[in-house]
């Protein structure tokens, strides 16, 4: 059938006409956009090729500069206005569309679709002057992957507003944003978005957003891939899925997608709700915000070894907020910081993480926390290895207390019942720690983490120090020692027994004066040998300590005093007491190569205890123990 010119319209469609050339609002109906679609009462309809002739201004008619407006009427037909460049705006609000809305590529000052019903709207390439208005109830029901709303490559200079809109597609994405710029804000408030497939439900990857992005208490859900995607988002003002935000995805690479992406301001998920039972809750990998994250009352679930919610590699100018947040994962991580980098505060007081994996539940692996890293009253949970690895972290502050890492007893501080290698801390570096006792950290360090590792140690030592506290640094390096003794690799069983007795002896060069202390009853061992020599007979008159030859009466008895210089003399060759030219044991006879050879073994004891009481007072093995 051909179609009719604006010379050959109706006398209704002629009062229509001129209504909109004279500026006046076009109120066509009251009804519902459900009633609309359900009458044929020509009443409440307008041909949708009308509105493109009257827009493209045929026939010598001028709209007034208020622009098409239109309400609560029936569209019959396609209205297409694929690459018009409009000269007035549009508003068909509370419209019910029998078919698509095509406006790709058009340019228009201003477009309203609030509170209208369609199938579907193509506005690929769009190019909006001022707002774009897609709420108050506004509905899309699409029925292919190419999406129930598509802004591919659109530019809204104005705000986009999809406050209260609903957008359902049972086959593929609800809202197509893939490069959309929009210099305003983004509002989508009560937003519902329901998609389906591995092309997501809401699709933002590359969109520019200059003002804020605002989805508080949006629905998004995919039963079949993720709920939203901004992989390269970059959005200059804040990025804010809050009060109420839930999205629900099913994909293993993530149900709420935004790796790579940038945000000048502040990323604000307080009380949000994200689910995927196959795979991560929220990525964040690379991502950049230029302000605080905010998680406070955030719950999310997710399920594999790539965690629940992802910030590897992510650089956040402001703090890092999980307060009373709620992470649970029963095959793998709860939460994935590695390289994570927070110029300000990280703060998760009242924090709960739940997870499953041999890698720990929260990881903050090589992380770097300008400020305080403050895990009061946390409660992480994991059955499967350690619960929190903070392997080569950096923090200023750190907030763990004893009740976080290791349960007990309030009446007994020291017991602890919680399973062993709870915790990753090689590496971790922290000026000072709060709301722990250095005993219950030394505590975990030798009890709850994997194996031996002497960083740990060496750094609660150098906190120990700076806050003025010599003597318990050297407990700690002591228990250091220890611990390598019992879980290192120290060699053979030679190499044991010598470490062994360096500790005994020596407390590991940190108890130079034991070393002193021994070397004293060594001297009165040795000289506790030359008096028995001295007394024991190996023949008539003759005894094992005797006159040498170089006195006038040889082999005669020594004097006690002779007796305990030959002691001396043979095991403390440091302190000689110049008796063995006259008074010496008879190495002939069997007792006095035993006497001998006792001394041997003083003197092998003398040495070590004197090199290990020098060391110590000058402070070679602390300055080498100490951390690089």
Known sequence: MASKSLSEVSARERALVDALTSGCVVECSKLSTEQLGATDNPRYTIRAELLRELVLGRSGERLDPRGVRV?????????????????????????FFERAVLLASAHLPWLTLASSHLSALDCDGLHVDGDVLLGDGFTATG????????????????????????????????????????????????????????????RLPGAHIIGQLNLNGAELANQAGPALIGDGLHVDGGLVLAEGFTATGHYERGAVRLPGAHISGQLNLDGAAL???????????????????????????????????????????????????????????????????????????????TGHSQDGTVRLADAHISGQLNLSHAKLTNPAGPVLDLEDTATKHLFLPAQ????????KRTSCTAPAHR???????????????????????????????PQPYQQLA?????????????????????????????????IKSAHWLWGTL?????????????????????????????????????????????????????????QIGVGIDRSVPLAPAGINNRCDFDTSSPLGQAFTASTWILQALVWTLAALAIAGYLGLIRKTSAPG
């Open 71 to 95: 309400h609560g009427a029936r569209i019959m037909g396609t209205l297409d206005l694929t690459h018009v460049p409009a000269a007035v705006g549009i508003e068909l609000r509370g419209c």
């Open 143 to 202: 029925q292919s992957d190419c999406g129930a709303v598509r802004l591919l490559g659109a530019h809204v200079r104005g705000q986009l507003n999809f406050n209260g809109a609903r957008l359902t597609n049972e086959t593929g994405p609800a809202l197509i944003g893939d490069g959309l710029r929009v210099d305003g804000d983004v509002f989508g408030g009560g937003f519902i978005a329901t998609g389906y497939g591995e092309l997501g439900a809401v």
């Open 275 to 353: 689910i995927n039972p196959v795979g991560p809750a929220l990525i964040g990998d690379h991502l950049d915000v230029n302000g605080g994250v905010f998680l406070d009352g955030f719950t999310a679930t997710g399920y594999g070894e790539d965690g629940v919610v992802r910030l590897p590699d992510t650089h956040i100018t402001g703090q890092l907020n999980l307060d009373r947040a709620e992470l649970t994962n029963p095959t793998g991580p709860a939460f994935i910081g590695d390289h994570l980098r927070v110029d300000s505060d990280m703060f998760a007081e009242g924090f709960t993480a």
């Open 404 to 411: 976080v890492i290791c349960p007990h007893d309030a009446a």
């Open 423 to 453: 915790l990753a801390l090689s590496g971790l570096a922290y000026t000072s720690l709060h709301a722990v006792d250095w005993r219950e950290w030394l505590h975990v360090i030798i009890h709850h983490t994997r194996d031996y590792r």
């Open 462 to 494: 150098a906190a120990l120090r700076a806050s003025g506290h010599e003597s318990t640094a050297r407990e700690v390096l002591i228990a250091q020692q220890q611990d390598l003794y019992h879980r290192g690799d120290l060699g053979g069983p030679l």
């Open 506 to 562: 020596a407390g590991y060069g940190y108890r130079s004066s034991r070393a002193v202390l021994v070397l004293v009853l060594v001297l009165m061992i040795a000289a506790g040998l030359g008096v028995a020599a001295g007394h024991i007979p190996i023949g008539p008159g003759h005894y094992v300590t005797a006159h040498t030859s170089q006195t006038p009466d040889p082999n005669s008895p020594c004097s006690l005093v002779e």
